[in-house]
């Protein structure tokens, strides 16, 4: 019945125009507590510095680790943050899924005649967590003007192709993530190792790793792509044994790859769920 | 059991109870718990051979020991900053709780304390054998470390919660107190030492910890835990652990006291 209603059921209500008010409206719902929301936008903010201090304490010990002194690993950072922090500001809510289901209030979405993805990304845009895309905004542009860096074409396209595609190798994460719930649900904590395991080890120079940790974070959940091998190419570096810094170009293909995988489990867990009662 | 401490006893062992039922909970948070340790091993061990093998007074095996203890404990002392009370106090349930004839604090003390041993008796151990069987760590072979070290872990708990009872009930004066926590756990997580032991800090950065109660939650059980402080200097970082305790108990009753005059409920 739904299919078969016309996508532009009224005259002058588009087919984007649901999904635009219901955004509206979540944003200017965040904006009116604004004490919450300055206490919440000045935590992101503080998070994002934290995780850099982490990062910062052990360059404090040692000049070099994998190849990186701080001023690259700043590069690797910058990237890394910006992409999931806009992952995470676009669709980082799936990860209340678990609440919602055991709440069984998910049941609504699946009466409304939207894609349920559509409505649980669109459901609580949090504007607070643009803070923390801000902090890797200004640790991508002090890296990009500390470093050496031969500019070019290729370096600039680089730059480009690396905030796109990462931005949607996490977002993937975050959807792969929010279709296991369906599986999981309180064995949920399960999907923070590759989700937010992958936040962090993209910030990590690779080449650290151990052979399966390559495997896992390199091809598996491709999080290297979105930022270290990125950030290889624009400091023209080599890369570790098992990520040779070209592989950079293939992130397009990274990120297809994550991308299918989300839809493909969150098609699952769709299917699967039987419903919360009530 | 003098009766005086029986209904403390019974809320921790119901609490303790209840987590029984979730075990996939248990695996979930060890898949979590172990990926995050074979992260934190590979950018620490790299580190400690990038500076030749020692740094901060760990060598490669004391490094491994302090990155799977620090897993191994994380599910004991909740650095996460969310209380069940601030819920409770958010949506006016809090009142009931008042009502009963038991010290508030401590009641939810003793649950917070049977849910944390629950996690501490099964998320201890599998990150510890993980980490010996792939790297290799060392672990103290005398029972005094082991013996002060449990003591030092109890006691990083009930600071854990006192610090987080205290965050939470602030929610009787902010409406949402959710950016409070994530503000919370983000500073409480780093200066606990979570993600870097807290001796790699640089001086300042150390000495500013040392002034918050929170290296006493994770830091000091690990340090004791593994004998990288032993004999009077162990005691002493116990002692300090107490001081702490003392501190986050009285401000959080304090709070509790202003913040119940504060409480306005609707309905009946």
């Known amino acids: 019945m739904v299919d078969q209603l016309p996508a532009h059921a009224e005259p002058g209500i588009g087919r984007w125009t649901p999904y635009r008010s219901v955004l509206a409206a979540r944003i200017r719902a965040q904006r009116s507590y604004r004490a919450s929301f300055a206490i919440d936008t000045v935590s992101a903010f503080v998070a994002g510095l934290v995780e850099l201090a982490e990062v910062w304490v052990i360059f404090h010990n040692v000049q070099v680790l994998g190849g990186l002194d701080f001023r690259a690993v700043l590069l690797v950072f910058g990237l890394a943050n910006i992409g999931f922090s806009t992952a995470e500001v676009m669709v980082g809510h799936v990860d209340t899924l678990p609440a919602v289901l055991r709440a069984g209030t998910l049941d609504i979405y699946y009466l409304r005649p939207q894609p349920l993805l559509a409505q649980v990304v669109t459901s609580d845009v949090q504007l607070r967590r643009l803070a923390r895309v801000g902090v890797g905004v200004a640790c991508a542009a002090i890296a990009l003007s500390v470093n050496h860096i031969h500019w070019s074409q290729a370096t600039v396209a680089m730059i480009v192709i690396s905030l796109v595609f990462g931005t949607v190798i996490y977002s993937s994460l975050f959807v792969t993530a929010g279709g296991l719930q369906f599986f999981l649900i309180s064995g949920s904590e399960a999907t923070a190792a590759f989700v937010y395991g992958g936040s962090t080890a993209s910030t990590q120079p690779a080449a650290v790793w151990p052979g399966p940790l390559k495997i896992i974070f390199g091809f598996l959940f491709p999080v290297t792509f979105c930022a270290y091998l990125p950030a290889l190419v624009i400091l023209d570096l080599p890369g570790p044994p098992m990520l040779p810094s070209w592989l950079a170009w293939f992130l397009p293909v990274a990120a297809l790859w994550a991308a299918g995988a989300a839809l493909a489990t969150w098609r699952l867990g769709v299917r699967h769920y039987q419903g919360g009662g009530g | ?268």
Not at chain 2, 28 to 43: D, E, Q, R, S, Y
Not at chain 2, 223 to 231: C, T
Request: hydrophobic letters at 50%; proline letters at 5%; aromatic letters at 10%.
């Open chain 2, 1 to 268: 059991m003098p009766p005086a401490l029986r209904p403390w006893f019974r809320l921790l062992r119901a609490s303790f109870a209840a987590q029984t039922r979730y075990l996939p909970a248990v695996a979930g948070g060890l898949i979590a718990n172990t990926t995050f340790g074979f992260l934190k091993a590979a950018m620490l061990v790299a580190t400690v051979h990038a500076a030749g093998g020692s740094v901060a007074g760990y060598d490669l095996e004391s490094m491994v020991a302090y990155v799977w203890l620090s897993q191994g404990l994380l599910g004991a002392v909740q650095l996460n900053g969310t209380s069940e009370i601030g819920e409770r106090v958010r949506t006016g349930e809090v009142a009931i709780d008042f009502a009963r004839p038991l010290d508030i604090q401590t009641s939810y003390l003793a649950a917070d304390l049977g849910r944390n041993l629950f996690n501490l008796s099964t998320r201890l151990l599998p990150p510890l054998v993980i980490g010996a069987l792939t790297t290799g760590l060392r672990l103290p072979t005398s029972a005094g470390p082991y013996l002060l070290g449990a003591i030092a872990v109890l006691l990083g708990m009930t600071v854990s919660f006192f610090g987080r009872y205290a965050v939470n009930v602030i929610g009787f004066w902010l409406v949402e107190g959710r950016g409070l926590r994530n503000f919370y756990m983000i500073v409480s997580t780093f200066l606990a030492g979570l993600f870097v032991p807290v001796g790699m800090f640089p001086g300042w950065l150390h000495t500013l910890a040392n002034c918050t109660p929170f290296p006493s939650i994770l830091m000091t059980p690990i340090d004791v835990l593994s004998g990288r402080i032993v004999g009077a200097e162990a005691v002493r970082a116990v002692a300090v652990q107490v001081f702490w305790l003392a501190v986050t108990c009285a401000i959080g009753r304090l709070l509790t006291a202003r913040g119940w005059l504060k409480l306005e409920v609707q309905g009946g």
